[in-house]
Antibody, heavy 121, light 109 residues
Framework: QVQLQQWGAGLLKPSETLSLTCAVY????????WSWIRQPPGKGLEWIGE???????NYNPSLKSRVTMSLDTSKNQFSLKLSSVTAADTALYYC???????????????WGQGTTVTVSS | EIVLTQSPGTLSLSPGERATLSCRAS???????LAWYQQKPGQAPRLLIY???SRATGIPDRFSGSGSGTDFTLTISRLEPEDFAVYYC??????????FGGGSKVEIK
């Protein structure tokens, strides 16, 4: 059974860099694309971006200037960095996977457990 | 940017009743790229429907999706106690690649 396990610093000060990692257990790493999604307290879901199995990235334009995603295929892990955080970046952050297809979207079928990140001085 | 507007914001129903949730897109969305998720408190979202109408693995057949163009619907034919949750629609493909609707909460009446 595929599992995504994520971790990273949960408390940051304004202007610091958020750093999260998601590890893939029990499934293929190279067949999927990998996304980060966040959810501010009491609010809906916001897509942050995605990284393909070959390392190509695609970011939400609203966050693009501050986001970097990377992957480590030797460890079956992928990571998110978000620079210059503010209180507005306080949220529950999720990693998730989806199966790429040229003409169909199969949805994000496996999600990490979520990591709460709080930005406060 | 494609904006997904979900309605109603909150739906108050009793177990056994039918729930109908709407997701309206600001521009036409290919049905191949429309998904629905369920989220319960303290849990990650769970994929219910992809391709507008295909149930994900393990999803009961009381959940069904339909629609095309700018109007999509998630229907729960008979609510079970575990179905009371927040539901999100999602589109993939138009920049930004992924957008979510604001969510619809199904609460116990």
């Amino acid at each position: 059974q595929v599992q995504l396990q994520q971790w990273g610093a949960g408390l940051l000060k304004p202007s610091e860099t958020l750093s999260l990692t998601c590890a893939v257990y029990g499934g293929s790493f190279s067949d999927y694309f990998w996304s980060w999604i966040r959810q501010p307290p009491g609010k809906g879901l916001e897509w942050i971006g995605e990284i393909t199995h070959s390392g190509n990235t695609n970011y939400n334009p609203s966050l693009k200037s501050r986001v970097t995603m990377s992957l480590d295929t030797s460890k079956n892990q992928f990571s998110l960095k978000l620079s210059s955080v503010t209180a507005a970046d306080t949220a529950l952050y999720y990693c998730a996977r989806y199966l790429p297809s040229s003409n169909f979207y199969y949805g994000m079928d496996v999600w990490g457990q979520g990591t709460t990140v709080t930005v406060s001085s | 940017e494609i904006v997904l507007t979900q309605s109603p914001g909150t739906l108050s129903l009793s177990p056994g009743e039918r729930a109908t949730l709407s997701c309206r897109a600001s521009q036409s969305v290919s049905s191949s790229y429309l998904a629905w998720y369920q989220q319960k408190p303290g849990q990650a979202p769970r994929l219910l429907i992809y391709g507008a109408s295909s149930r994900a693995t393990g999803i009961p057949d009381r959940f069904s999706g339909s629609g095309s163009g700018t109007d999509f619907t998630l229907t729960i034919s008979r609510l079970e106690p575990e179905d009371f949750a927040v539901y999100y629609c999602q589109q993939y493909g138009s920049s930004p690649s992924v957008t979510f609707g604001g969510g619809s909460k199904v609460e116990i009446k």
